[in-house]
């Protein structure tokens, strides 16, 4: 899942299929239960018969990122890649995006590439990165424990959101 989706010319359905073009109905429309796509999917004229588009540019980003989750679910790999799979969305939506991607990561190996820290902080295993360097690692408890680099981002990231 990337942090910029790619979607094609096709319906919502063949987009979420698109790693298995065999799913039945009944799959697709499971898997976007899953990653909280559906209900913005039927509120659509014609549903999951949608024709999607010039990359979908009539869904926002964070319903794009959803379908992409969903191609995700379906696939059902055993490693999951998310490279800053919430960077594009509203605070509403990375809220959904989170639920999805820790329904999605249940059971399997996850690979999080993020900035944001809400989006990383209940990992088994943090890598702080500093100019391409893997200056700290731990759990988010452990790290804050340490009054470091990662401390220092997080109170950062925490006086931002409060504003």
Same mark, same amino acid.
């Given at each position: ?16 299929? !698109? ?19 559906? +209900? ?7 549903? !999951?018969?949608? #024709? ?75 890598? #702080? #990165?500093? +100019? ?24 950062? !990231? ?6």
């Amino acid at each position: 899942v990337l942090q910029d989706t790619w979607i094609f010319t096709g319906t919502i359905a063949e987009n979420i299929a !698109y790693g298995k073009p065999d799913a039945t109905r009944e799959e697709i429309i499971q898997v976007a239960k899953l990653a909280m796509a559906d +209900h913005f999917i039927r509120t659509l004229p014609l549903g !999951y018969d949608t #024709v999607l588009k010039n990359g979908a540019d009539d869904l926002s980003q964070g319903q794009r990122q959803l379908l992409t989750i969903a191609r995700a679910f379906l696939v059902n790999p055993g490693i999951l890649v998310l490279d800053e799979a919430t960077a594009n969305v509203d605070t509403r939506t990375e809220v959904e995006v989170q639920k999805a991607m820790s329904q999605l990561l249940k059971g399997r190996t996850g690979i999080v590439i993020a900035h944001r820290l809400s989006t990383i902080r209940d990992a088994d295993l943090l890598l #702080v #990165v500093n +100019h391409g360097q893997i200056v700290e690692q731990g759990t988010h408890s452990e790290l804050l424990a340490r009054g470091g680099y990662y401390k220092e981002l997080y109170e950062n !990231y925490a006086k931002g959101m409060a504003l």
